[in-house]
């Protein structure tokens, strides 16, 4: 490995035949970055690397060269021609203004003593049309990563209320049928009370009744009248009751549709921090392939977490979960456990992952990520049990953003 004081060598990266490998230390990106990398190697227009204990593949295009140890002479040749971009690369950024600077703000109000807390004080809530979750800062310059689900919802989710605005339909319409029966049977009840009324008082102009059964048959007809006015109002009552759940489910179906189309088009998000500063962040990208996007405030330096190299992980080891579950007042909650196992593009913890964690910080006891917290149908089977997607998925999925200056 080079001594960091030592000059470097920018060597074109020409690779002939499908599969080449060099012993490069810095890999430079036709954008100006440089990524430092222990294994670096070319297969036909990608170019692959190694870091944070995965492999990150990027197109050919995009790099403009390797670095490796050469003798000084030479270093010194190339250090002679560094071309002006590589110059200004060594340039310093200009400062930020104290009133953007989070991450000064968020350790003077917060004062973290422990590495769990300095990621506490990392971590933040999302808030969206369909509810909110949780993301963490993963980039100084205002980088932030959460959950698809929490900015775009839930497929699963979408589908359980769905099925339950599906079942509260068919109880309704059970209800409206059970009520148009009742209906119909009081007013028959009603037609015929009247019409023996109506036949009592023929019979007594008649005098075809005598006084004795008049009363005895007015009686009957009276217990009639009061049992029919006491099922008279249960029936106003059930129709009460109807009309309230209707107009209940109506308002329901109308805000989960409503919701979900603002969800469907939402491209910027409140964002709370743990000092309760609220700000807006835009949407970035949203990956095709796991439950991963990526926000970003602009114009601000923020607290960022340091990620795990995967090869220093172990199973056993203590982990925290870091997230806002159940709602607001329980923002920022820390959770702990052990690393349970490695399941494909999974890290199984027994740490509580509850829906708001979504999006949270699973870390080790030095505060550094290990993954994104995340809720999956299996855990509905298994209380207790979650699951973190790699932090290393993170800069494979986002690099072309985490790697910018």
């Not at 294994?39 to 995965?54: A, L, P, S």
């Not at 002479?73 to 200004?88: I, S, T």
């Not at 980039?139 to 589908?159: A, C, L, M, P, W």
């Not at 330096?301 to 080891?317: A, I, M, N, Y």
Request: glycine share 6%; net charge positive.
């Amino acid at each position: 490995m080079m001594k960091p004081s030592s000059p470097l060598l920018l060597c074109l990266l020409f690779l002939c035949g499908p599969v080449s490998l060099l012993p490069a230390h810095e890999l430079h990106l036709t954008n100006g970055r440089i990524i430092s990398t222990d294994n670096v190697w070319r297969e036909g227009e990608t170019v692959h690397y190694k870091q944070y204990g995965g492999t990150v593949s990027i197109p050919y295009s995009r790099v403009k060269g390797v670095v490796y140890d050469r003798p000084q002479k030479e270093e010194r040749e190339a250090a002679e021609q560094q071309p002006e971009k590589e110059q200004a690369l060594q340039r310093p950024r200009p400062s930020i203004p104290p009133e953007k600077d989070l991450a000064a703000r968020l350790n003077t109000a917060l004062s973290p003593k422990t590495p769990v807390e300095q990621a506490s004080m990392c971590t933040l809530s999302v808030k969206t049309a369909a509810g909110f979750g949780s993301g963490f800062f993963i980039s100084e310059d205002g980088y932030i990563v959460t959950n698809k689900h929490v900015v775009r919802g839930s497929k699963r989710q979408f589908q359980q209320v769905k099925t339950r605005i599906k079942q509260s339909r068919k109880n309704l319409r059970q209800y409206k049928r059970s009520l148009i029966t009742a209906t119909k049977q009081y007013q028959s009840y009603r037609e015929d009370l009247e019409e023996k009324k109506a036949l009592l008082e023929k019979l007594k102009k008649a005098g075809r009744i005598d006084r004795t059964s008049f009363k005895a048959k007015q009686q009957e007809l009276r217990a009639a009248e009061q049992r029919l006015q006491g099922e008279e109002q249960r029936l106003a009552k059930a129709q009460k009751k109807y009309r309230t759940e209707k107009q209940r489910f109506d308002k329901e179906v109308e805000t989960f549709h409503g919701a979900q189309q603002k969800l469907a088009g939402q491209g910027s998000f409140t964002i709370i921090l743990a000092d309760e500063t609220e700000l807006y962040a835009s949407l970035y990208r949203i990956s095709d392939k796991h439950d991963l996007a990526l926000l970003k405030i602009t114009g601000y330096k923020t607290p960022f977490l340091q990620p795990v190299l995967e090869k220093e992980l172990v199973q056993g080891q203590k982990v925290f979960a870091v997230g806002s579950p159940v709602d607001l007042s329980l923002k920022n909650t820390v959770t702990s456990g052990v690393l349970s196992a490695f399941r494909d593009n999974f890290i199984q913890t027994n740490a509580q992952i509850y829906p708001g964690n979504s999006g949270g910080p699973l870390i080790d006891s030095k505060g550094r990520v290990i993954g994104i917290n995340t809720k999956k149908l299996l855990t509905e089977r298994f209380e207790g049990l979650g699951f973190a997607i790699p932090i290393r998925l993170v800069f494979s999925e986002f690099e072309d953003y985490l790697l910018q200056d």
